[in-house]
């Protein structure tokens, strides 16, 4: 079993849509969870960072943790044509802060 | 401010040759990271220095890949002899010193390798 999971899509909606992406992880020692956005022939770009659980806005983003499940989202309102990219989930405990991926949803809005 | 540069950014070589890759990170920023990206898969982290020392390489095929980054700021990445399950995207970051988790990794473009 991966440590993260993310369900790679692809996801395509329709200009305006809500985006809502998911990973599951399995480590309880995880705190700090974060989103990247990764377009074509590009490195990641950091999006949103959220600690523990909770929730966490800004702009069309929203990020939210839910610890107990083991759970995280991440929603996009208003989905734009811009928005089109893959978006990787990323996590880390306290102790070393390395990063583990998940796979990365792609997610494509049609104008 | 510029990011953090990589190159080549693309190379395409025959099994069991060599390759090297090259990252410039960003001014003042004393944490490296390699990752390597397979298609359709996050970010592995391969190998982390601060400033000139290795912090964590646990996850480097050490029989084939090696790192270096002298003088604690410019680094590359070599593969020597490469296979085949090597071709990925190789991603270069870098973080200021001090930082958070939140400050978080600065991205380069990548070098994508396809190993024929």
């Known amino acids: 079993q991966k440590e993260v999971e993310q369900d790679p899509g692809p996801l395509s909606v329709p200009e305006g849509a809500i985006v809502s992406l998911n990973c599951t992880y399995s480590n309880s020692a995880f705190q700090y969870f974060m989103w990247y956005r990764q377009y074509s022939r590009k490195g990641p770009e950091l999006l949103m960072y959220t600690y523990s659980s909770g929730n966490k806005e800004d702009g069309r983003f929203t990020a939210q943790v839910d610890k107990s499940s083991k759970y995280i989202s991440l929603f996009i309102r208003d989905s734009q044509p811009s928005d089109s990219a893959t978006y990787l989930c990323a996590m880390t405990d306290s102790n070393d802060y390395k990063l583990s991926f998940g796979a990365g949803t792609t997610v494509t809005v049609r104008a | 401010e510029a990011g953090v540069a990589q190159s080549p950014r693309y190379k395409i070589i025959e099994k069991r040759q060599s390759v090297a890759f090259w990252c410039n990170p960003i001014?003042?920023?004393?944490?490296l990271y390699w990752y390597q990206q397979i298609l359709g898969q996050g970010p592995k982290l391969l190998i982390q220095?601060?400033?000139?020392?290795?912090?964590?390489d646990s996850q480097l095929p050490k029989d084939r890949f090696s790192a270096e980054r002298l003088k604690g700021v410019d680094s590359t990445l070599k593969i020597q002899p490469a296979k085949l399950e090597d071709s990925a995207v190789y991603l270069c970051a870098s973080s200021p010193p001090l930082a958070v988790v939140q400050e978080t990794q600065y991205f380069g473009p990548g070098t994508r390798l396809l190993v024929l």
């Open positions: 001014s003042g920023h004393a944490t």
């Open positions: 220095f601060q400033n000139n020392g290795v912090v964590d």
